[in-house]
């Protein structure tokens, strides 16, 4: 039995009709609900705020609005929603935009069905997925973003006090620096998945921080990816 009660909404946008039905099917006869699909990126703002879904199949290529777009104005009015975007694209420039804008993974679309439905469910618990060969190249990014100095809140601003983690938090936090998958974290440490996910919650509610990218950039800044 799912540890999940509820099944898991995601919404689909993609402006080819046949390919975004094809997913939305594969996607509801999985267990998924599908709470809206849109093919242009206005619509696909429109209708994920009036949907709510858990998570966004998102395709960057998209009329009116890129892709991109979207997830950065969808994840800024709602942290918690999770996009996996799913394109044909594989280039590099490609791929850090969309990390850069907040999406959670990102697929291509050779992917076969397993691995799109597995990445869906990965990515509900915010779990990082991406096409094999491409978490290097994330990880990269995320250190020399991590590289770069952060923006002060104000002029002057002295940066506060780090909140206290527990030496587990701290742990985790550790391993998600070094690109590991929650599910690969879970396995080095003799945890549950959901325990990984609520250090990580609790860690990011403590340094004020909102989502992967942050956490990454904290941890590098602060040289806990060194061994």
């Given at each position: ?122 990515t509900a618990v915010g ?31 002295d940066e506060p006090k ?66």
């Open positions: 039995m799912s540890a999940r009660q509820d099944p898991i909404r995601v919404m689909v946008v993609d402006d080819h009709p046949m390919w975004r039905d094809a997913v939305a099917r594969d996607l509801t006869e999985s267990g998924f609900e599908v709470v809206a699909t849109a093919g242009d990126g206005e619509q696909a703002v429109r209708r994920a705020r009036a949907a709510a879904p858990d998570v966004l199949v998102l395709d960057l290529n998209l009329p009116a609005k890129p892709g991109v777009r979207v997830c950065k104005e969808l994840v800024a009015a709602n942290p918690a929603l999770r996009v996996l975007v799913l394109s044909a694209s594989g280039e590099h420039a490609d791929v850090l935009e969309a990390v850069k804008s907040g999406a959670t993974g990102y697929l291509l679309k050779s992917a076969s069905t397993e691995e799109l439905l597995d990445a869906v469910r990965r779990d990082p997925v991406f096409t094999p060969g491409l978490a290097g190249l994330v990880l990269g990014e995320y250190r020399r973003l991590a590289a770069e100095p952060a923006p002060a809140s104000g002029p002057g601003a780090a909140p206290r983690l527990t030496e587990r938090e701290t742990e985790v936090l550790r391993l998600v620096a070094k690109g590991l998958s929650y599910k690969q974290i879970a396995e080095r440490l003799v945890i549950s998945h959901r325990t990984v996910q609520n250090h990580v919650q609790n860690t990011l509610g403590k340094l004020q921080l909102h989502n992967r990218v942050e956490l990454v950039r904290y941890a590098i800044q602060r040289g806990l990816d060194d061994d």
